[in-house]
């Protein structure tokens, strides 16, 4: 039901029996429950959601039958009310963004049918204690609750726990000594390292084997210091002397960050599941006792242990990896020479790295590398001549590097490159020759670029190139315009797009989606202008191409519609090209054309 009053609820009750499932969805402006909902004896689901409900019935424990309670978005709702506690077989309860809801009562824990429940994304601080009594508890979801400090204790009671999700759990201040009793657990998302006794050390974690998908192993500020004690010791929490051990991390865990936790001493278990590490912060004991040979993605956020010059030895063992991201290491300097060790890799991202200056020699020697991009690294100035060797490399992506004046010259031996972007470099000055070479471009992209104020003849020759974006330029942009000098070069574009501002007025103009824009009624003029454009440019593929199989084309045009100028630049085209794709086209050009160039011929066509 959507929609529905308390009066039309009242009446469908009085005609329904044995109703068990009943669902009542997008409920705004009612605050409250139609009380004859109390009466339907035999109802084992309720659906409420979104709704907004301030509380739910007092007398709702009269549903003894209820199995199932789904409240989620009812982002109204403050509170349950102590009588869910007389729903005796109820098994789930969904209070998912419930964004008001601070409070569960204490009186949950008589619930023992209770199998699931669902908290995430609300505002609770604390659970009551009562909880743990929940044996039958197999999924406890807390994912999102930001305002959560603590769990209960004694959490480790719950053995049948299967779930217990704590990802962003931010304000977390750990997770309970015991929590290794949790043996079924198979999902945590969060694992806080606290300060103090009360608070379980890493090494519990070698009692959750069955944990898989992702998990986060997060310090509580700079000072923590959670070590894993020796075996002899009975796997208890220490805080003064260090020990080097080994835990295990779960068999099926597939991501795993680590984050903040500088003076950890522990030598983890990576299973062969784990494709996906995250390492922030300073995490320098980690690393150099770890095994990291079956990664396929690794990210370094804030060093993460690893400088200029050291850290980098765990590069060496990583045949497998594909992925490596380098994010906000602000004393990163350069990147060490074992990079080109990593031959599986298809993906380098560098950024925000403030202090590196170029990439390492040994770039040119990743064989399998696909993409790679350098952003927000504004001492960046040059790439090394081995680039050129990336046989492989399909995307190039260099934004905001205030520092970059020019591009190597072996950029051109990238046949294989699709996309290049360029976005945020004020002294480039322009785009060399060499672009002419790449001959499997497909997207050429400039923005915020106004040094660069030409393009270069050999633009012509990129057969593939199919999409040009130029934002920023404002130069560039107004000599790729309507009869302006580069007009010629990007004629045959699919996609054209030219955005500028002169301080006064802004010009932006996308030539694609010809029919669309050129008919549409709703188009603007700019729009319908370059609609027509576009068309032309279609029909001019054809000679560019080499067609030989006459087309005939029947259009219906009004008289004075946009489409009639379309028809006089088809026939001036008519007069200028040849009929023959097998005839030379630059010698009928000239002879049609009185030996004026293409240039001067389309400044003489005026405005559309």
């Given at each position: 039901?959507?929609?529905?009053d308390?009066?039309?609820?009242q009446?469908?009750?009085?005609q ?13 402006g ?6 004859a ?15 907004d ?9 009269k549903?003894?039958?209820l199995?199932m309670?789904?409240l989620s978005h009812c ?9 869910i ?5 109820i ?10 809801l601070t409070v569960l009562p204490?009186?949950i824990g008589?619930?023992?049918?209770l199998?699931?429940?669902?908290l ?5 601080e ?8 929940l ?5 406890l979801?807390?994912h999102e ?9 004694d959490i480790?009671n719950?053995?049948?726990l ?5 990802t962003k759990?931010?304000?977390?201040g ?7 009793q ?9 694992f ?5 006794e009360?608070?379980?050390?890493i090494s ?6 069955r944990?898989g998908g992702?998990l ?18 009975g ?14 991390v779960g ?9 903040k936790c ?5 030598k ?10 995250l390492l ?19 990210v ?9 010059g050291?850290?980098?030895?765990l ?7 594909e992925s490596?991201e380098i994010?906000h ?7 060490p020479e074992?990079?080109?060790?990593l031959k ?5 991202q ?11 020699m040994?770039?040119?020697d990743?064989p399998?590398l696909?993409?790679?991009t ?9 790439f ?8 492989s ?20 031996d ?8 360029l ?8 785009i ?5 070479h790449?001959?499997?471009l ?7 670029c ?8 050999g633009v012509?020759?990129?057969t ?7 934002r ?17 070069y990007?004629l ?7 955005a ?16 669309l ?20 440019v ?10 030989r ?8 045009i009004?008289?004075g519609?946009?489409?009639?100028k379309v ?16 005839d030379?086209?630059?010698k009928?050009?000239?002879r049609?054309?009185g ?14």
């Amino acid at each position: 039901m959507d929609y529905v009053d308390k009066e039309l609820v009242q009446a469908v009750i009085l005609q329904v029996k044995n109703l068990k499932y009943l669902e009542i969805s997008r409920q705004y402006g009612e605050e409250a429950l139609p009380e004859a909902i109390s009466d339907i004896w035999s109802l084992q689901a309720l659906h409420l959601t979104p709704s907004d409900l301030l509380e739910l019935l007092k007398f709702i424990g009269k549903l003894q039958k209820l199995r199932m309670l789904n409240l989620s978005h009812c982002e109204k709702l403050k509170c349950s009310p102590d009588s869910i506690v007389d729903c005796q077989m109820i098994s789930s309860i969904d209070l998912c963004n419930c964004k008001q809801l601070t409070v569960l009562p204490s009186s949950i824990g008589r619930n023992k049918m209770l199998r699931v429940l669902r908290l995430g994304n609300t505002k609770m601080e604390r659970l009551p204690s009562s909880i743990t009594s929940l044996r039958n508890l197999e999924c406890l979801d807390l994912h999102e609750c930001r305002e959560l400090v603590e769990l209960p204790k004694d959490i480790g009671n719950l053995e049948k726990l299967h779930v217990l999700n704590l990802t962003k759990c931010e304000k977390l201040g750990g997770v309970p000594v015991g929590i290794g009793q949790l043996s079924w657990l198979q999902k945590l998302g969060l694992f806080a390292l606290g300060e103090g006794e009360k608070f379980a050390g890493i090494s519990e974690l070698a009692n959750l084997p069955r944990i898989g998908g992702e998990l986060s192993i997060r310090g509580i500020g700079p000072t923590v210091e959670r070590i894993m004690p020796d075996e002899k010791e009975g796997g208890g929490c220490s805080n003064s002397t260090p020990h080097v051990g080994q835990v295990r991390v779960g068999s099926c865990l597939s991501n795993l960050d680590i984050v903040k936790c500088p003076r950890l001493k522990v030598k983890p278990y990576l299973p062969s599941s784990l494709h996906k590490l995250l390492l922030a912060g300073r995490t320098e004991q980690l690393l150099q006792s770890s095994n990291f040979s079956q990664l396929k993605k690794l990210v370094v956020w804030g060093n993460g242990g690893l400088g200029s010059g050291r850290g980098w030895e765990l590069l060496q063992p990583m045949t497998a990896l594909e992925s490596l991201e380098i994010q906000h290491s602000s004393g990163l300097i350069e990147l060490p020479e074992s990079l080109g060790n990593l031959k599986s890799l298809r993906s380098l991202q560098v950024f925000a790295c403030s202090a590196i200056r170029m990439l390492p020699m040994s770039l040119g020697d990743l064989p399998s590398l696909q993409e790679l991009t350098i952003t927000i690294c504004h001492c960046f100035v040059s790439f090394p001549q081995s680039i050129g060797r990336l046989t492989s490399l399909q995307v190039l992506k260099i934004l905001l590097c205030d520092a970059l004046q020019q591009l190597p010259e072996c950029l051109g031996d990238l046949r294989s490159l699709r996309k290049l972007y360029l976005s945020g470099l004020p002294r480039l000055t322009c785009i060399p020759q060499f672009i002419c070479h790449l001959t499997s471009l497909k997207e050429l992209k400039i923005g915020r670029c106004p040094g660069i104020k030409s393009l270069p003849e050999g633009v012509k020759g990129l057969t593939t190139l199919q999409e040009l974006d130029i934002r920023g330029c404002p130069d560039l942009a107004r000599h790729c315009k309507r009869g302006k000098e580069y007009w010629s070069y990007v004629l045959y574009l699919t996609s054209l797009c030219l955005a500028f501002s002169d301080g006064k007025k802004q010009f932006q103009a996308t030539y694609g989606n010809p029919l669309l824009a050129a008919r549409d009624s709703k188009s603007s003029p700019k729009g319908a202008e370059a609609g027509i454009l576009a068309m032309v440019v279609l029909i001019s593929r054809a000679h560019r191409l080499g067609q030989r199989k006459v087309a005939n084309v029947h259009c219906l045009i009004m008289c004075g519609a946009l489409e009639e100028k379309v028809m006089s630049l088809q026939r001036f085209e008519a007069s200028v090209l040849p009929r023959d794709s097998s005839d030379d086209p630059s010698k009928d050009f000239k002879r049609k054309s009185g030996g004026q160039g293409f240039k001067s011929i389309l400044s003489g066509l005026g405005e559309l």
